[in-house]
């Protein structure tokens, strides 16, 4: 097996190693779900401050230009966001929840009336994603602002979950794939050398005659 063969067999390995931390970070967050609401607004106040911290950076080494001012004021409201988040992470779960629940109730609605309106070929699924969107808009709202203490979690929890269970079979998969390609080559150049080497007690191949033609003297 040559030397980037195994390098992408470890390559795809840390992807899967990399998968089972997600999940198990995943399950853990279903169980704890207030717990990982928490970590999770955190994380994003954390984000945001860094992001405008970077803005700000660009936009002072890009003054002078017509979007300075513009960065400047993107910067700072990520900074002031990234502040207010990590000092006060339930308020920002109670309205990130409450914005979540709007976007539910208003994507049920408009896939419910799109598919009564234009019943093209997806229509039952896509009533189906309707009727669920809008009834989980619904639940949020009826137990807000409790439910901010596990509905982001949750949402949270599950990303990670389905992104770890992703990475694990793309890594499993191209493990996978690069063992039978290496294989595959391995005993194509088996066959190479086989096909190549002479076999023991093989004749001689055949050399030409040397001529016996007597030169014509010149008379």
Known sequence: MSESTQEMRRGF??????????????????????????TSMLLFGWLL?????????????AR?????????????????????????PEAAAEALTMFAALLFLTG???RLVGSAVVRGPQFGW???????????????LASWPSSSKYVIGTFFALALLFDGLGLIATGYGGRRVVGMVSDAMDAEARESAKSGTKE????????????????????
């Open 200 to 219: 023991p007690g093989a004749p001689a191949p055949d050399t030409p005659a040397p001529s016996t033609t007597k030169p014509v003297q010149p008379e």
């Open 13 to 38: 390995g840390r992807l899967t190693v990399l998968g089972v931390i997600l999940v198990v970070a995943g399950l853990v967050g279903l169980v704890y779900t207030a717990a990982a609401t928490l």
């Open 49 to 61: 401050l860094i992001g405008g911290a970077v803005g700000l950076l660009h936009a002072v080494q």
């Open 64 to 88: 002078g230009t017509n979007f300075f001012w513009l960065g400047v004021v993107v910067a700072a409201l990520n900074i002031a966001a990234g502040v207010v988040i990590i000092t006060k």
């Open 126 to 140: 896509t009533l189906i994603q309707g009727a669920f969107d809008l009834l989980l808009g619904i639940l949020v």
């Open 108 to 110: 049920g609605v408009f």
